[in-house]
């Protein structure tokens, strides 16, 4: 089945402690992005990657690192969490970076920093 | 930065009726548009876009959108909900296709 896949899905850390949230694909997509959902803001983009070793920044990058060495792989890292970073967090991939195809999401990791 | 507004947070419409979600956007420039539907706990999913051409769009589960270049909007309409449309809608704006803006959302309760 093509999916996004995303773990863990639920996440409680406490401030300061290092975490990943990994993202994988298995549809073969070249770009792939993070987002962060939050209540009254919508979804707002963190980081985005056109392919292998290609990132760059969005909207709300700071606090956040990603890496992109395999095509299929986008994993999202906070280094030092901090409570601001509470929030719902989404990894999508399409196929390529144009606007016509379509990005699919995966299910999201909700975290919680303490 | 694109800004994208809706400025409905909140609608609810009684089951068999018309409904319009509200979506306006910030940019001198051309642009590309986007509805996506999130139902409880899942993630996105596309309704339907806007890249050029016809300015009347028609998505999945009978959505359709309207481009209104003049008046920076990207309406989204259904001639008749569902229950099962019940659900959180977002507006979303590109330029590059690499970089998107979504605006806060629409939460969409059908009314039996």
């Known amino acids: 089945e093509a999916q996004v896949t995303q773990n863990p899905r639920y996440l409680i850390t406490v401030t300061g402690k290092k975490l990943t949230v990994t993202c994988s694909q298995n549809m073969n997509h070249e770009y792939m992005s993070w987002y962060r959902q939050d209540p009254g803001l919508g979804l707002r983009q963190i980081y985005y990657?056109?392919?292998?070793?290609?990132?760059d920044k969005g909207d709300v990058p700071e606090g956040y690192k990603v890496s992109r060495k395999e095509k299929r792989n986008f994993p999202l890292i906070l280094e030092s969490p901090s409570p601001n970073q509470t929030s719902l967090y989404f990894c999508?991939?399409?196929?390529?970076?144009?606007?016509?195809?379509?990005?699919?999401f995966g299910p999201g990791t909700r975290l919680t920093v303490t | 930065a694109q800004s994208v507004t809706q400025l409905d947070s909140q609608v609810p419409v009684f089951e068999e009726a018309p409904v319009e979600l509200r979506c306006n956007y910030s940019?001198?420039?051309?642009?590309?548009l986007f509805w996506y539907v999130q139902y409880p706990n899942q993630g996105l999913q596309l309704l339907l876009k806007?890249?050029?051409?016809?300015?009347l769009v028609k998505g999945i589960n009978g959505f359709e959108a309207e481009f209104n270049k003049s008046q920076t909007s990207f309406h989204l309409r259904k001639p008749s909900v569902h229950i099962s449309d019940t659900a959180e809608y977002f507006c979303a704006v590109s330029v590059t296709g690499n970089q998107f803006y979504f605006g806060t959302g629409t939460s969409l309760t059908v009314i039996p």
């Open positions: 999508a991939s399409s196929l390529t970076w144009a606007p016509s195809y379509e990005q699919y």
């Open positions: 990657s056109m392919n292998v070793e290609v990132t």
């Open positions: 806007y890249l050029s051409g016809s300015t």
């Open positions: 940019s001198s420039v051309s642009v590309y």
